[in-house]
């Protein structure tokens, strides 16, 4: 049976000597998860978030983690936030899903979550606490991803859901320590919490603009087994020295595209440990891993294994699966399944020699490092300049993220001297500007290309080609 | 014409000015991670330097290789950029 199907996470954790010697470790502090089990990091008030719609909002990775231990079973339903969630986003998400409380370590509330009646302070110090709840209720968890406009849709899962492809197998292996560069407040890091709560390990979750390096020599210390990132994570810290303090059993990539590169250099990084790449998305979940080494999937994995099934129609990646989410919260989405229970998950694969591999989006989304760019929204930001006539946003190959943003556009004739080349590399700065005021700064195009004309393709759509 | 260490580090100096980032000193052996552009800063750097140069060291290299430290990266572009030469030149 696996391991916490329709038991909460506390509850999963089983009692407080089953879970001596784990801990939580954060940049700053740690928790005994045995300490946790007796106590509340909610300052005495996880009883009285029982049935609530909490907006769980925390700088904190560590705060996160123990706050979704205490919450889940208890809350009706927990809006995990992740970090640069801009305000009048947050407005929105506390009126479309009904928040009534909030929990945060900020101790300041912004504009709106002013507007909430409820605050429930949250750090990483586990106070003694003998008025834990005891009952359980199926907590919705509700993860946030960007959407085309660049508001964040709200996916619902909950623990079922999110837990569906964590084997029961998993949960014995003893003396795991787990480590993810992702942030566990989205779908890949929570993987990864989620696996190191109901397994029998410990986790080192990483800090917002934590460097690299600093990230390295902390797995190192704690001596972390298993690690976790997305390909540009990896990139990243195979640039620092600090990489040769780390020396994990398993080493795992998701959340973009492993190229063979970034998977020959771990092999080589690593000879001994076991190298995994996986394909999940919030929203189709985790579909499958692949263990051999060579980028892309083999063709086996299309059809039905265990209770995930797999195909292509129409060039893109469909999944169904216990694992899917339920669907997007809010008045308009569109549904996450199809008819069939299918998840498109919008992935465009093509079949060489049998073996799939990866070709881009459907949608055009851009992939920067593990987090999604819709280039409606890029434009949207140029377009406004006074100087451009239209644009067209397109992905650009990277070695260290994957892809960076650029931008093609067009100018308006005759309102200045397209032929003078310091006007146009003025130009070109004010319009990264206009994007750098309005967009994070993972969204903000690297270059911006003046072209005569953007021609539309077939579909009388902006052919968005990769360069 | 400027040599590619000079365009190199005045590309640095570019984007860590976008991105609002302090460059430590460029020396042979500063550890690029240390040097105050995060990945972001890297990734917009080797797009810029690809404009400017015409070719992408890590595109062209058949090896997966990470430079460590400013040098490094440095004689990673000068192999690229004399490789590049060759192919243009037909002599091998």
Not at chain 1, 74 to 103: K, S
Not at chain 1, 184 to 199: T, V
Not at chain 1, 212 to 237: F, I, M
Request: hydrophobic fraction near 40%; include cysteine.
């Amino acid at each position: 049976m696996p391991p916490t199907r329709s038991r909460s996470l506390r509850t999963a954790l089983g009692s407080a000597s089953e879970c001596a010697g784990r801990f939580l470790w954060g940049i700053r502090s740690e928790v005994s998860l045995s300490a946790l089990l007796t106590g509340s990091c909610l300052a005495g008030n996880s009883r009285a978030l029982a049935d609530r719609c909490v907006l769980l909002s925390t700088h904190d990775q560590l705060a996160t983690a123990v706050a979704l231990i205490e919450l889940d079973g208890v809350a009706r339903r927990m809006i995990v936030c992740p970090p640069g969630v801009d305000d009048d986003h947050l407005q929105t998400i506390i009126e479309t899903a009904g928040v009534d409380a909030v929990v945060s370590d900020s101790g300041i509330p912004t504009t709106s979550t002013a507007t909430v009646g409820m605050h429930v302070g949250c750090d990483a110090t586990v106070r003694a606490n003998a008025d834990l709840p005891t009952f359980e209720r199926q907590t919705e968890w509700i993860l946030l991803t960007s959407g085309t406009s660049g508001k964040p849709k709200m996916v619902r899962h909950d623990l079922s859901t999110l837990t569906a492809a964590i084997k029961s197998r998993e949960a014995k292996l003893n003396e795991i320590v787990w480590g993810t560069f992702y942030d566990i407040r989205r779908y890949g890091g929570l993987q990864i919490f989620l696996r190191a709560i109901l397994g029998t390990g410990s986790l080192i979750v990483s800090s917002v603009d934590e460097p690299p390096t600093e990230y390295l020599n902390r797995l190192g210390t704690h001596g972390a087994t298993h690690v976790s990132g997305t390909p540009s994570h990896w990139r990243s810290a195979l640039w620092s020295p600090a990489i040769a303090t780390i020396s994990p059993r398993y080493v795992r990539l998701s959340g973009e595209i492993a190229t063979q590169a970034v998977l020959d250099t771990l092999r080589n990084t690593f000879p001994n440990a076991g190298l995994t790449h996986a394909f999940a998305s919030t929203e189709a979940g985790v579909g499958f891993t692949v263990t051999d080494g060579l980028e892309g999937f083999p063709a086996e994995v299309i059809g039905q294994r265990d209770d995930v099934s797999i195909k292509v129609e129409n060039g893109s990646l469909r999944i169904r699966s216990s694992g899917n989410a339920f669907e997007y919260l809010g008045a308009g989405q569109s549904a996450i399944r199809d008819a069939d229970g299918f998840v498109d998950t919008g992935d465009i694969v093509e079949l060489r020699d049998q073996r799939f591999y990866f070709l881009g989006r459907t949608n055009g989304v851009i992939n920067v490092g593990g987090l999604k760019v819709h280039p409606e929204e890029v434009e949207g930001i140029i377009n406004r300049h006074p100087r451009v006539e239209v644009s067209c946003v397109r992905p650009k190959r990277n070695p260290i993220l994957g892809s960076v943003v650029v931008a093609d556009v067009t100018l308006k004739a005759g309102l200045g001297n397209e032929t003078d080349s310091e006007h146009i590399r003025q130009l070109k700065q004010d319009i990264i500007q206009l994007c750098s005021g309005s967009l994070a700064q993972h969204k903000v195009p690297v270059m911006i290309n003046v072209v005569s004309e953007l021609s539309p393709g077939a579909t009388g759509k902006m052919v968005r080609r990769n360069a | 014409m400027m040599s590619l260490r000079s365009t190199i580090s005045e590309q640095m100096k570019a984007v860590a000015s976008d991105q609002d980032k302090q460059l430590a000193p460029l020396s042979d052996d500063l550890v690029l991670l240390d040097s105050g552009l995060d990945s972001l800063g890297f990734a917009i750097l080797v797009a810029r330097l690809e404009d400017v140069l015409g070719f992408d060291p890590f595109i062209i290299s058949s090896d997966a290789y990470y430079p460590v430290t400013f040098g490094d990266f440095v004689r990673f572009y000068e192999d690229a950029a004399n490789s590049v030469k060759i192919a243009a030149n037909g002599t091998r």
